[in-house]
């Protein structure tokens, strides 16, 4: 699973940085949950294509020029994914850069993206993943 998953994440991510909706959501089951970067502080899930893209309209594409996400390192964990990264993002008001760690725990389904969520901090993101397995 973990190359053919690691391809999945690759091209998501990829996708969701070129802004090109289509070729993201080709990624992720229609029934996805995500718990994206602020998402679980406020108690958060998005689901399905609809959440998803409410949440990139508003939490990304509102607010930020750029935002590129990187999966520096992808690690097959059961069946999960545990992928260490970060994303660099450009305020779209601002124009301030940021540079922000991330870990993603991510689930597959069918060979799409079926759950994901995002942690700043990877021992989070480790316990997280070793609580669900």
Same mark, same amino acid.
């Given at each position: ?15 969701? !940085?070129? &802004?090109?909706? $289509?070729?993201?959501?080709?990624? %992720? ?6 718990? $994206?970067?602020? #998402? ?5 899930? /998005? @689901? ?12 990304? %594409? ?8 990187? $999966?520096? +390192?992808?690690? +097959?964990?059961?069946? @999960? ?7 660099? #993002?450009?305020?779209? +008001? !601002? ?5 922000? $760690? ?6 597959? @389904?069918?060979?799409?993206? #079926?759950?994901?969520?995002? /942690?700043?901090? &990877?021992?989070?993101? %480790?316990?997280?993943? @070793? !609580?669900?397995?």
């Amino acid at each position: 699973m973990a190359k053919d998953g690691a391809e999945v994440v690759r091209r998501a991510w990829a996708a969701a !940085s070129r &802004r090109d909706i $289509p070729a993201w959501l080709d990624c %992720i089951d229609p029934e996805v949950e995500a718990v $994206p970067f602020g #998402a679980a502080m406020e108690g958060r899930v /998005y @689901r399905g294509h609809a959440g998803v893209l409410e949440w990139f309209e508003k939490e990304v %594409i509102e607010t930020y020029q750029t935002f590129d996400v990187h $999966p520096d +390192e992808i690690q +097959e964990v059961g069946e @999960r994914l545990l992928v260490f990264g970060h994303w660099v #993002a450009r305020g779209r +008001e !601002s124009g301030v850069e940021l540079t922000v $760690p991330a870990t993603w725990v991510i689930d597959l @389904r069918d060979g799409k993206i #079926a759950r994901w969520q995002t /942690y700043t901090d &990877r021992d989070d993101a %480790i316990a997280a993943l @070793r !609580s669900r397995a």
